[in-house]
């Protein structure tokens, strides 16, 4: 029997603790999906107790969560799990509070909600005052590192405290149920996995919109861009769980193994290929839902009158490994564009016969949808119904809803997943350091390879689909996105 697991939550204040983590354990608390014994320390730097820290968090979570805001009830039974420890994180000396807490006999695990600079003190600080006597896991949320360099610095902080079975890295993508039925989709799909190679697939689009900007970030953004933020970890994941080839099992390290071999097959970008291959964009004054918003140089806090940072980025990549040979992978994602989308889009060849005509050749599409709304769309072709014409063809979706397929009145947050695993003791849906360290090297090469070049950024009007050399990326190989 597993021992009583202790979560002591880092950054419990801050803004990531009251719109995710909080939200995400009491859902987990309404569905009874908590043991009885499991205890809460949130943690941070504010000198208060309990009672002042509560009704804040209340309030916070209320504006995110609206109607499903826990009750006086739910609420009164959800913080009997809860105590409050001020820490200065800098100051080894305070973390004396935490010890007294802390029982060794239970689960000791550490949620870092902080930034990243904060890794290697607060474990250096927990290790000289004995908070890590016990069993002990840590969560750290991305960016691991900002490069290669820093990336490996960063792990060896953590290693140096926690062996790799007590890290849990977050991507949140990989928690959201439609991520999860990728693997299911698959490898326990017959007519599926047996056509998931270059001998039936086209070409495969990752797309992941974001309506918003840099919501007030500017100076953290501006040092890091959309390729590093985005792409290195969410699209890259993505990819990996579409191309690997089907793991041994669902434990953690047959997954990551296999992930690791797409991240090293994938082809460099080098000097000779980046300008074909690569579009960078920023978002300059434009329209979103009907209102106006300012460029990326006119967002508050901006603080130069010009920026060579993206907010937009378009790449066309490749595997090379036999499954994928000669298959491109197009990515994009961006800030400021017209809809709030995560999609993948698997497209298919088309039929080397055609019985029904020249203008009837229609591809059938697998669409994934991860937001807004999660499910899983097949693109079918189907005669019309008609007398007047004899064979006509048109495309039919074939539209699975995650939501009405299930007995549950929401889809769940990919954090409550991600919490239960953590909590559990399940690693199978999240990063290894190996993965994390490859998609850097892919990822310098890439950056380095722009800089050289002189890829600069391309303009783009908020709301639209970005710059237009993004349309020629794939248009010149006679495709086209898909929204």
Aim: hydrophobic share 40%; net charge negative; with cysteine.
């Amino acid at each position: 029997m597993m021992a009583a697991v202790d979560l002591i939550i880092f950054g419990a204040s801050g803004d990531l603790s009251a719109r995710k983590l909080f939200p995400a354990l009491f859902q987990l608390e309404r569905l009874s999906l908590l043991e009885a014994d499991l205890r809460i320390a949130a943690v941070a730097r504010t000198e208060q107790g309990l009672d002042d820290f509560l009704p804040v968090l209340r309030e916070k979570m209320a504006s995110y969560m609206g109607d499903d805001a826990p009750d006086e009830d739910e609420w009164a039974r959800f913080t009997q799990r809860f105590s409050y420890v001020s820490v200065n994180f800098a100051e080894p000396k305070e973390y004396a509070g935490l010890r007294d807490w802390l029982d060794d006999s239970r689960i000791s695990l550490f949620y870092f909600a902080t930034p990243p600079s904060l890794f290697a003190p607060i474990c250096e600080h927990l290790s000289t005052t004995n908070c890590l006597a016990g069993d002990c896991r840590i969560v750290v949320e991305k960016p691991i590192g900002e490069n290669l360099t820093s990336s490996i610095q960063v792990n060896e902080a953590l290693a140096r405290y926690f062996n790799e079975q007590s890290i849990y890295r977050i991507d949140h993508y990989l928690g959201k149920e439609t991520v999860q039925n990728l693997l299911v989709l698959r490898f326990a799909n017959r007519f599926i996995n047996s056509q998931w190679d270059n001998t039936c697939i086209d070409h495969i689009q990752i797309t992941v919109g974001e309506m918003v900007g840099i919501e007030g970030r500017w100076s953290y953004y501006d040092n890091v861009g959309q390729l590093r933020d985005m792409v290195q970890n969410h699209l890259m994941q993505l990819m990996c769980l579409v191309a690997m080839e089907p793991p041994n099992s669902l434990e953690a390290e047959s997954i990551r193994d296999e992930k690791v071999k797409i991240v090293r097959a994938l082809r460099r970008i080098d000097e000779r290929s980046v300008a074909e291959h690569v579009v960078r964009g920023q978002y300059a004054d434009g329209w979103i839902a009907g209102a106006a918003v300012p460029g990326y140089l006119n967002e508050e806090g901006c603080e130069h009158e010009s920026s060579d940072t993206e907010t937009y980025i378009a790449i066309k990549a490749h595997v090379d490994n036999w499954r994928w040979s000669g298959v491109p992978f197009y990515l994009r994602t961006g800030k400021r564009l017209p809809e709030k989308v995560t999609e993948i889009v698997i497209h298919y060849k088309d039929l080397p016969h055609n019985i029904f005509g020249d203008g009837a050749n229609i591809p059938n599409k697998l669409v994934i949808r991860l937001q807004p709304n999660e499910g899983i769309e097949l693109s079918m072709v189907s005669k019309k119904q008609s007398l007047k014409e004899r064979m006509s063809l048109q495309g039919y979706p074939l539209d699975l809803d995650f939501r009405e397929g299930s007995d549950m009145d929401r889809i769940p947050d990919a954090y409550e997943r991600l919490f239960l695993d953590a909590i559990n003791g399940d690693q199978s849906l999240f990063v290894g350091r190996e993965e994390i360290e490859e998609s850097w090297r892919w990822i310098d090469q890439l950056v380095a390879s722009c800089q050289k070049q002189g890829v600069k950024v391309r303009p783009y009007h908020a709301g639209s689909w970005g710059p237009a050399k993004a349309e020629i990326l794939i248009e010149k190989d006679f495709r086209s996105w898909h929204v």
